[in-house]
């Protein structure tokens, strides 16, 4: 796996996603990415439209765990599927956002990610980059 990039594990009938960046919040990202490309071919979702959250989690592994969720949320709230993410963090405050487009035909569906879960989940420093990772529920 490249800095930057994403790659998958295997955890019985879920999956195992871990994204890998020279900072948390691009680890993060990744990993958003990662998840969202269980779902569909990224390369073909536009970014037509995009959603901005915020939250707030002390706990970086925890804040893993919220921000996928809140992904999957929105994504669903909004019958979209998202390919592009920025977040910024500042002490215990999160600002996220994700571009994308509804769902269409040509846009191939994959399995569906429920959601994030605390298993195996973990964030830290390894070989000079962060990686953050953690099973979801497919």
Not at 108 to 127: D, I, P
């Amino acid at each position: 796996m490249s800095a930057g990039g994403y790659s998958y594990f295997e955890h019985g009938a879920d999956i195992g996603v871990a994204g890998r960046g020279e900072t948390l919040e691009a680890a993060f990202m990744a990993a958003a990415a990662g998840v969202f490309a269980i779902m569909t071919d990224l390369a073909k979702v536009r970014a037509e439209r995009a959603i901005g959250f915020d939250f707030e989690e002390r706990d970086p592994e925890l804040a893993l765990v919220v921000w996928l969720n809140l992904l999957l949320g929105r994504a669903r709230e909004h019958s979209m599927v998202f390919a592009s993410f920025r977040l910024q963090r500042d002490g215990d405050k999160w600002h996220g956002e994700a571009a994308g487009e509804a769902w269409r035909e040509g846009l191939t569906h994959g399995t569906e990610v429920k959601g994030a879960t605390l298993t195996m989940l973990r964030c830290e420093r390894r070989n000079g980059h962060w990686e953050a990772a953690c099973v979801v529920d497919v």
